[in-house]
């Protein structure tokens, strides 16, 4: 082989071994694959339409927790309570009752947040990290499992 001969040999392997890289890379995946979402993810479709189990607040019986510690479910409708916002929380109006703590809670009744939801619970001074009830706090709906899972609740 000559000099010239091994330096083309040499040039068409590197570029033999870019173009392969360069399949790979270009074997992108469908935007329709990315996500959970079953379209595309350049698509903005309008959510599901889910019927909200649970009746008027005051109408319904607490729900048991998964597990200890858990954030009890929402057990009313939320219709109208949401999205909550820096300046719009009816939440809160119901369930930040620092004085209610100290009270037998009975069916009807709002049950107050607890003392890891205030800054200052005497001032009945609601802690700003609680502010998005739910970010923690589900409604409940019959609707299929997005991902299935085994987590069973604890006994
Ligand atoms: C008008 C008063 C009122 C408003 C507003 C309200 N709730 Fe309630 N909430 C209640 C009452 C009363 C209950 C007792 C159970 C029932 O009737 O559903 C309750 C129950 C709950 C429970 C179950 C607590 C437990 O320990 O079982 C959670 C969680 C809850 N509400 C969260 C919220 C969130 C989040 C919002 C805002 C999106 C909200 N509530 C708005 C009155 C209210
Ligand atoms: C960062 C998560 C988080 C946010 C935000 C949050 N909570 Fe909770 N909440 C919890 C957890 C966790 C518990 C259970 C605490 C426990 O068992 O010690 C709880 C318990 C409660 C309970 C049940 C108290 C009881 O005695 O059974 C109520 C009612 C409640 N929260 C209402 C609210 C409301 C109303 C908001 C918004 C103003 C809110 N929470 C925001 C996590 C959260």
Not at 124 to 135: L, P, S
């Amino acid at each position: 082989m000559s000099i010239t001969m091994r330096k083309t040999f040499l040039l068409s392997a590197l570029m033999a071994c870019a173009l392969s890289a360069y399949a790979t890379q270009g074997a992108a995946i469908p935007d329709d694959a990315i996500g959970l979402s079953k379209s595309s993810v350049y698509e903005d479709p309008d959510p599901i339409v889910v019927n909200y189990r649970g009746g008027d607040v005051g109408t319904n019986k607490r729900a048991q927790r998964s597990y200890h510690t858990a954030p009890p479910m929402i057990t009313h409708s939320i219709v109208d309570m949401v999205p909550i916002r820096q300046d719009f929380n009816l939440c809160k109006d119901c369930h930040v009752q620092p004085d209610l703590l100290k009270e037998k809670i009975t069916q009807g009744m709002p049950v107050p947040a607890p003392v890891s939801h205030y800054a200052n619970v005497k001032k009945g001074e609601m802690h700003m990290a609680r502010w998005n009830c739910t970010q923690c706090h589900a409604p409940q709906a019959d609707v299929k499992t997005l991902v299935n899972n085994t987590f069973r609740k604890a006994r």
